[in-house]
């Protein structure tokens, strides 16, 4: 793989990186929205089953309000379970790419390394054939 290719592909994989590490902060803040949510619905129930009524259809249509309450506060807790779990999802993607980023950057350090290797070794060979040339050219010899 070249070196304009691989640099491509770093870009590419860097890219990929950032988009999933956005996705996983922004379902973090849309499962921190939801247990807010949820801790609210908890907490007016609480003020709801607070109320004291004496008389009967009172205490009915408080007991219905309470029950509509718990349903409220369970469906606020599936909504925190469910951005949980998406939270789960998009740190898998980003580790993924992560992962991926990791290994391409390595790949190409090492192409890099191996290059300036290469280009050493030639300008090594340059010199001795430089050198070789010269003695040549002045009839030295040991």
Do not use: C, K, Y
């Amino acid at each position: 793989m070249n070196q304009r290719r691989l640099d491509t592909v770093v870009r590419v994989r860097a890219l990929r990186e950032r988009i999933a590490r956005s996705d996983v902060a922004r379902r973090q803040i849309e499962l921190a929205g939801e247990r807010a949510l949820e801790a609210a619905a908890w907490a007016r129930l609480g003020e709801r089953s607070t109320e004291v009524h004496q008389r009967a259809p009172r205490f009915v249509a408080h007991r219905a309000m309470l029950d509509e309450g718990v349903h409220e506060a369970r469906r606020a807790g599936d909504r925190v379970a469910a951005a949980g779990a998406n939270v789960a999802d998009a740190m898998s993607v980003w580790r993924d790419e992560a992962r991926r980023l990791d290994g391409i950057e390595r790949l190409a350090e090492r192409v890099r390394t191996d290059a300036a290797a290469e280009l050493e070794r030639l300008e090594r060979n340059e010199i001795d054939d430089l050198v070789v040339m010269r003695h040549g050219a002045t009839g030295v010899e040991r």
